[in-house]
Every structure is written in C-alpha cells, then in structure tokens.
C-alpha cells in the first residue's frame, strides 16, 4: 500500500474514535490496534472460562436445590460469556483454536484472581460478590470500547453480572447474620478474597504497560487505578451491611479526597500469579487440558458433518 493511502486510512481511524463511532470486523484499523484488542480480548474470554472451575468445584455440593439452581445458571452464563468474546475476538482475524493454544501454552493470560481456591461454601457468595463485582466496575467501562463487537458483547454480559454479584451479596448476607459459625466462614471468605479482587484491576497506572495506549485508543476508557478506587468506595458501604470486619485495617474515609484511603496491595504476590505461578495455575490450566482433549470428539462430529454439507453442495452444483 502506498504511504499516502495509509496516513489516510489512519487519519479515518483517528477521526472515527475521536467522534466516538465503533470501530467495525471490516474497517482498517492499526496493527497495533488489533493485536492489543486480540491480547485483551483473549484474555477475557479465557478468564470467564478458567473462572468457570472455582465456582464448578460447588455445584455438587450446594446446601440447598435453591442454590444448586443459582450456581449451575451461573457457571453456565460464565461459558456463554466465554463464547460471546471468542467470537467476538475471532472478528480480529485469529481462530479460537489459536487462541485455546496460547492460553495451554501459558502465552495467554486470564485473571489473576481464578488461581485462588475455593475452600468453603461462602467463598461462592464472595466470588459472586466481590469478583463479579469487580468485573462489572470494570466492564461498565468497557461497554463503551472502541470496537464494536466488544462493546456490543459487553452490554449483555454486564445485565448477566449484575444477577452474579446480587446472588453473591445474598448469599454473604444470610451467611453473616446466620449461626457464629456461618459468619466466621463469610469473615474467613471476604478476608481471603478482598486482595485478590483488587488485584483484578491491574497494576498502578504508572506500571501498566498498556494504558497509555489503550486509552488513546479508546479500548480502555478508565485507568486501572480509577475502576480499583470506585469497586472500593461501592464495596466497603457494603461490608458495613454485612456487619463484618473490614478486610484491611487501614481503610478510611478520607474527606480531603472523597474517597476511601486503603492499604498497599502485595504486588510480589501479583506478579507471581500472573506469570503462573499462583496457588492453582497449574491445576486449572492441567483441568482445561484434560476437558479440551475430552471433548475431541465433538469437533471431530462437527468436521465431519461439515464436510459431508459441502460435498452435498459439491454435488447440487455438479
Ligand atoms: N490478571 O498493562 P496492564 C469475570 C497483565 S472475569 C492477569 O495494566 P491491561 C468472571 C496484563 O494482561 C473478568 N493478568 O494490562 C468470570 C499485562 O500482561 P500481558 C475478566 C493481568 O490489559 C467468572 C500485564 O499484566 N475481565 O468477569 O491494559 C466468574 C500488564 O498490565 C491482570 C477482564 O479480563 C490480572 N488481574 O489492563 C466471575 C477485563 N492485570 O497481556 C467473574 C478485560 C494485568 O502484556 N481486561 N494483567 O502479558 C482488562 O480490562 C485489562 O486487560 C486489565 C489489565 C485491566 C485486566
């Protein structure tokens, strides 16, 4: 392509995300554009697909059918999620079975947060609560990305987050006011899960490596730091609810700032999980191996059904 048509393209691209229209599958786009939507995209889909195990882990166990019911729908909309961001990645021009590779190969990340156990039933509430809730901070932002396909994906993910983190406070809620013992797991399950969910927002702005791209490009629309604040300030409201200890000693209301003052998040920790080496990586990504493998035989029927249609459309032609 010729210098001049490209400085034109681009400076279409650049006038299209400063006017705030999509970005579609069909229109040019920077190279670098795409690769860091495929990079963020991918990573997304793999994480509501990882995140899937933690929370499958309860099913069989749930203490009631109520809850069995809840937690099953849920799981489910997860891989639905998962679904709707590979197809959406795959718009990008990468195949979802490159994608499931970088993620068995470890080139992919997915949230730092699915390398956390799930060690008694009120972890499941605190998921539902914190987790997802952290996520819809987070994707509110992202319903209006850049690029159509995600932002459109995000819309209805965010309706389906939002019945997540409801069934996930109700659940903490009957579990704080319950027996001592029932409060005391919620306790043990808010004090486990509150870091690693702020770890769910990134690191500070001044160490993410993406941002400054990602916002000129409009695929980020809020910084790290800003979406972690607000999940804080909405959060803490509602341990006070909950009546139970606020999982950080130093968070304070400051009124200078509007907001709430909290501590230092372990960043070793962070960068240990994220580079694979958190307390279950190795167990979700052996988990999504064995299930990949076991499920052959379902792409197989699908290639052979396909390749019986276009020999019958070989054969009408003919
Ligand atoms: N975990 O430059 P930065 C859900 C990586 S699941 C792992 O700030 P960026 C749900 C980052 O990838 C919700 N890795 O990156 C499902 C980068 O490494 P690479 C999932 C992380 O992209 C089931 C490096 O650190 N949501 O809803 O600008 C049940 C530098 O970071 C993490 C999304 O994925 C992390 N927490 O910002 C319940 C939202 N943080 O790629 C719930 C979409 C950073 O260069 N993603 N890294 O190797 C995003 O909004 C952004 O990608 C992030 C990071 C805010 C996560």
């Excluded at 962070?270 to 499920?295: E, L, S, T």
Aim: hydrophobic share 35%; charged share 25%.
């Amino acid at each position: 392509m010729r210098n001049t048509d490209e400085h034109a393209l681009q400076a279409e691209f650049d006038r299209r995300v400063a006017a705030e229209e999509k970005i579609e599958p069909t229109d040019w786009m920077p190279d670098d554009y795409r690769k860091n939507l495929i990079r963020q995209m991918s990573q997304h889909a793999h994480s509501e697909i990882i995140g899937m195990q933690p929370e499958g882990n309860w099913i069989t166990r749930a203490p009631s059918l109520r809850r069995k019911a809840i937690l099953l729908a849920k799981v489910q909309d997860e891989g639905g999620h998962g679904l709707y961001l590979y197809s959406a990645t795959e718009t990008l021009g990468i195949t979802r079975s490159e994608m499931i590779e970088a993620l068995q190969t470890r080139k992919a990340k997915y949230a730092s947060i699915f390398n956390y156990p799930t060690l008694t039933w009120a972890d499941i509430g605190a998921v539902g609560w914190l987790v997802d809730g952290a996520a819809i901070v987070n994707q509110i932002a992202l319903q209006r990305t850049s690029y159509g396909p995600y932002a459109r994906a995000m819309i209805r993910i965010c309706k389906e987050e939002s019945f997540h983190q409801r069934q996930g406070y109700e659940l903490m809620l009957e579990m704080a006011k319950g027996s001592p013992q029932q409060k005391q797991m919620a306790q043990d399950a808010l004090n486990r899960f509150w870091w690693p969910s702020l770890m769910m927002f990134g690191p500070h702005d001044g160490d993410s490596a993406h941002s400054s791209k990602s916002m000129q490009w409009k695929i980020k629309r809020e910084s790290n730091d800003t979406l972690r604040q607000r999940f804080i300030d909405q959060t803490v409201p509602q341990i006070e609810v909950l009546g139970l200890e606020m999982p950080d000693p130093e968070i304070k209301w400051n009124e200078t700032r509007g907001h709430y003052d909290s501590g230092e998040i372990n960043w070793d920790e962070f960068y240990k999980v994220i580079n694979g080496n958190g307390p279950c990586n190795h167990q979700r990504i052996k988990h999504h191996v064995k299930a990949h493998q076991d499920g052959e035989w379902v792409r197989e029927a699908v290639r052979a059904y396909r390749a019986k249609q276009a020999r019958k459309k070989d054969e009408r032609a003919a």
